[in-house]
């Protein structure tokens, strides 16, 4: 999937200019509202970015169009909350953006960033929004959706406003109960595992290996580089890509080691394997496809858990990991698991303790 080409610097000053200026009766040509627009909106920008809330909140919301364009069940995502609109009668709120899938259904979804660390600790929406959400869904004829990020898991769950308790003016749900009604995989998202550990060797030529020094320092040129899984050698260049991306972007932690021989640095390993196995089970998760969008996306949009981009110019295809519906590799085995909704399910209490696992489980 790829962004449809516009010139935002062309029309959008203008559009900015025409929209500030209806409710300050700016005239196109005044030198004075000419210079009380770029202060206001120098104001304005300065302001957000001193905002960490609107920015976290703006970059997932950004980010959640290349997450549903990369997970490959889209044929359209577009943003919906932008332009001016007019309705007969009622209030309402327009959803973030309009999914087109490839059976032609449409989604409306807004998307909602959670920063909340107790596990227990309820996403809450008020329910005259979410009212007024829907009565622009149902004025369109589509399905009214919630994308919310929760951060501290950084995992995607996408969710009915029937997956929701509602209680007084509020609609709330915990993380549990949204994990397991989850309906990502309504946009293609599943959960993907393999066989660990994952490896992948950075080799020198040993003709050109540079001693250690004292100091536990030596000058690498990489050469050659071999990816292995489970111990065998991965050789085919696709097989290589997807499983270069698992280790990068994938839940499982990391290490690296040098290889020495000699006294000489011939190359590093480095290995990635999960914090816990399952016993009995040969296969390991190693993250939802959303969730290894999501980590190559904050690669170029986040540093030291700040933002510095709220968007990037590559298109969602950039972050899609291509996997053949019929693959199949004795070298990099994958298991892909579809994940279905359960609204019956339901965690209070000291339930929810065990609940913990279904973030990395499911």
């Keep these: 999937m790829k962004r449809i080409a516009r010139d935002p610097g062309k029309f959008e000053p203008l559009n900015l200019f025409t929209a500030i200026g209806r409710e300050a009766g700016y005239r196109l040509g005044s030198e004075a509202h000419y210079h009380h627009f770029i202060n206001a909106v120098e104001k304005s920008l300065k302001?957000?970015?001193?905002?960490?809330?609107?920015?976290?909140?703006?970059?997932?919301?950004?980010?959640?169009?290349?997450?549903?364009?990369?997970?490959?069940?889209?044929?359209m995502v577009k943003a919906e909350d932008a332009g001016d609109i007019f309705v007969a009668d009622g209030e309402v709120k327009i959803p973030d953006y309009r999914l087109v899938l490839r059976d032609r259904s449409q989604l409306l979804v807004e998307v909602k960033n959670c920063h909340g660390d107790g596990i227990e600790r309820p996403f809450s929406l008020k329910r005259d929004y979410v009212d007024q959400l829907d009565r622009y869904a149902d004025m369109n004829g589509a399905s009214l959706k919630f994308a919310v990020f929760f951060s501290s898991w950084r995992s995607w769950c996408?969710?009915?406003?029937?997956?929701?308790q509602e209680e007084d003016d509020d609609l709330i749900?915990?993380?549990?109960?949204?994990?397991?009604?989850?309906?990502?995989?309504?946009?293609?998202?599943?959960?993907?595992?393999?066989?660990?550990?994952?490896?992948?060797?950075?080799?020198?030529?040993?003709?050109?290996?540079?001693?250690?020094?004292?100091?536990?320092?030596?000058?690498?040129?990489?050469?050659?580089?071999?990816?292995?899984?489970?111990?065998?050698?991965?050789?085919?260049?696709?097989?290589?890509?997807?499983?270069?991306?698992?280790?990068?972007?994938?839940?499982?932690?990391?290490?690296?080691?040098?290889?020495?021989?000699?006294?000489?640095?011939?190359?590093?390993?480095?290995?990635?394997?999960?914090?816990?196995?399952?016993?009995?089970?040969?296969?390991?998760?190693?993250?939802?496809?959303?969730?290894?969008v999501t980590s190559a996306y904050a690669e170029m949009t986040v540093k030291d858990r700040r933002p510095i981009a709220l968007d990037v110019a590559a298109d969602p295809a950039a972050f899609a990991l291509c996997i053949p519906e019929d693959y199949q590799s004795e070298a990099l085995p994958l298991w892909r698991l579809v994940q279905q909704p359960n609204p019956d399910f339901q965690v209070d209490g000291d339930d929810a303790a065990a609940a913990r696992g279904l973030a990395t489980t499911i």
């Design 173 to 292: 749900i915990t993380f549990p109960n949204a994990m397991a009604r989850n309906e990502m995989s309504s946009i293609g998202d599943v959960v993907i595992a393999t066989l660990p550990e994952l490896k992948i060797e950075l080799l020198a030529d040993p003709a050109e290996a540079h001693a250690v020094d004292k100091r536990g320092r030596a000058r690498f040129i990489i050469r050659s580089a071999k990816l292995f899984c489970a111990g065998k050698e991965i050789v085919d260049s696709a097989e290589q890509e997807i499983a270069f991306r698992l280790m990068r972007s994938g839940k499982w932690p990391d290490t690296s080691e040098a290889i020495v021989e000699d006294g000489k640095l011939l190359g590093v390993i480095i290995t990635a394997r999960p914090e816990t196995t399952h016993e009995g089970q040969h296969f390991e998760i190693i993250g939802h496809l959303s969730s290894l």
């Design 158 to 164: 996408l969710l009915s406003r029937q997956s929701s």
């Design 47 to 75: 302001a957000s970015q001193a905002n960490l809330n609107m920015l976290h909140g703006k970059r997932i919301e950004a980010l959640f169009a290349h997450v549903a364009g990369a997970l490959g069940r889209c044929l």
